[in-house]
């Protein structure tokens, strides 16, 4: 990342195995539930990606890594609801298994640095903390091991 970039990183800590931790990301319905109402996602390389995750920008991106139960990374296409950029931005989840959980990192990268990206910047790094708050209270409380897809 350049110094003309700026990224986030979130962790959260999941109480739950990682086939439900990758369902709730991976499946369109669960995906809708804990990410933003009209989220879509085809789980697959060469899929994509489309949520509005701040509730004001409807994003859509290009899965280029997709490794079941592992990552799921998201390039991000170019909307012109944003200002224009030369950086590509993308969103990496991580799934670490552990004893107990999941833990589930996302690594964000690519937002420019200039000042009219200040907004969005922070409107998208704290609604993605936000959103891993939900995917952890939804994936804990709501989903059962039958649910996994």
């Given at each position: 990342?350049?110094?003309?970039?700026?990224?986030?990183?979130?962790?959260?800590?999941?109480?739950?195995?990682?086939?439900?931790?990758?369902s709730?990301l991976?499946?369109?319905?669960?995906?809708?539930?804990?990410?933003?109402?009209?989220?879509?996602?085809?789980?697959?390389?060469g899929?994509?990606?489309?949520?509005?995750v701040?509730?004001?920008?409807?994003?859509?991106?290009h899965?280029?890594?997709?490794?079941?139960?592992?990552?799921?990374?998201?390039?991000?296409?170019?909307?012109?609801?944003?200002?224009?950029a030369?950086?590509?931005?993308?969103?990496?989840?991580?799934?670490?298994p552990?004893?107990?959980?999941?833990?589930v990192?996302?690594?964000g990268?690519?937002?420019?640095?200039?000042?009219?990206?200040?907004?969005?910047y922070?409107?998208?790094?704290?609604?993605w903390?936000?959103?891993?708050?939900?995917?952890?209270?939804?994936?804990?409380?709501?989903?059962?091991?039958?649910?996994?897809?």
């Amino acid at each position: 990342m350049s110094d003309k970039e700026r990224g986030y990183a979130h962790r959260v800590d999941v109480l739950a195995e990682a086939p439900l931790v990758w369902s709730a990301l991976t499946d369109s319905t669960h995906l809708a539930r804990w990410c933003s109402p009209g989220a879509h996602i085809r789980a697959r390389p060469g899929g994509s990606f489309r949520a509005s995750v701040d509730r004001v920008t409807e994003f859509e991106a290009h899965i280029d890594v997709c490794e079941p139960l592992r990552r799921l990374r998201l390039v991000y296409l170019p909307t012109a609801e944003l200002p224009p950029a030369e950086s590509v931005m993308i969103d990496d989840f991580i799934l670490d298994p552990v004893t107990g959980g999941t833990i589930v990192r996302l690594l964000g990268s690519g937002v420019p640095a200039g000042g009219q990206w200040d907004t969005q910047y922070w409107r998208l790094r704290t609604s993605w903390q936000a959103a891993l708050t939900r995917l952890k209270v939804y994936v804990e409380k709501q989903l059962k091991p039958g649910d996994a897809s």
